[in-house]
């Protein structure tokens, strides 16, 4: 067992930016259900509460945020910033920020370009690729 | 004699360890008393240690994305709980294909293909900007932008604002088309 205070609750984000949470559009709110893909062009921000499955792909900025309680399958989440607090199956990919808080539960790949932030009680099963070129001054 | 001779050796084996016990157990506060003295020289030691760690632990600032202090950081201002009276927003820009289901009301800014339902009691709402595509199941549709498809308002108001674009099929309970929709559809009206 781990004896470590495991902090269970959902704790505020630290890498994730602050002014996202205040801006963001719940788009699937808690026990509504998606299936199919979700695409945009622009910078939109994606709170998901629900049970979603399929594919999002926010191709210009963009970020996600899984609430705690979603549950996400998926080929591909593609945005800049992605902050986890749910459960994900599969694949995602941040270009700038990945947060993956104390409830987060992910099976799969996580691919981030820029940052990684993992909090102690966060549960991953899978693989971790890191960015291959040094990104320096970007933002 | 070999009994007696053992009991000798075992008295003796058991005086030799009860001295020992003690050796130990004052062995054990003369480890305690001197820690006592390297203990605080140890403090001293680990506590530069301990404080020389969160130096290097300034992680707000080597973080590539400040943020202002004085923004609240809790993410309890959009509450989890989307309340059943909250809507929820499709927005401005998104692309979503594929079916849903709501136990909300929706609003539909972007562009939708599919199929959307929503609990009893729930309005699903086309807006201006947004575009429709497939087909709407809900007690109230409200079409202000664009929609093809089937659209279904089960015993409630279909309703199609004056800059609407419908075509496809209409069920509906009660019906409001203000001046200058576009509408195109077969109708149905459903028995109340």
Known sequence: ?139 | MTSTNFTGQGTSNMEVPEPRIPGILMSSPTTTIRPTVPAKAIDSLAQPAVAATPTPRALPDTLRFPQKVSEPRTSQVQTAEIGSNQTCVLPKGLTFTGEAHYPCDVRIDGVVDGKITAEPDRTITVESDGKFKGSIKATNVRIEGSADGDITATGGLASFGSKSVCKGHITYGRLKIAEGADVEASMKKLAA
Not at chain 1, 26 to 40: E, H
Not at chain 1, 56 to 82: P, Q, R, Y
């Open chain 1, 1 to 139: 067992m781990n004896t470590l205070k495991k902090p269970e609750t959902a704790t505020d984000p630290r890498l994730f930016p602050a002014a996202i949470l205040q801006t963001q559009f719940t788009v699937l709110p808690k026990s509504a259900t998606m299936k199919g893909d979700m695409a945009a062009s622009e910078d939109l921000s994606i709170r998901l509460d629900g049970e979603y499955t399929g594919k999002i792909e926010l191709g210009k900025a963009g970020s996600v945020h899984i609430a705690n309680g979603a549950v996400v399958t998926t080929d591909m989440i593609i945005a800049d910033f992605i902050y986890v607090e749910g459960t994900v199956n599969g694949k995602i990919h941040a270009r700038k920020g990945m947060e993956l808080s104390p409830t987060a539960r992910v099976k799969g790949a996580i691919q981030y370009d820029i940052d990684l932030d993992m909090h102690p009680g966060a549960r991953i099963s899978g693989q971790i690729n890191a960015p291959e070129t040094i990104l320096q001054n970007q933002i």
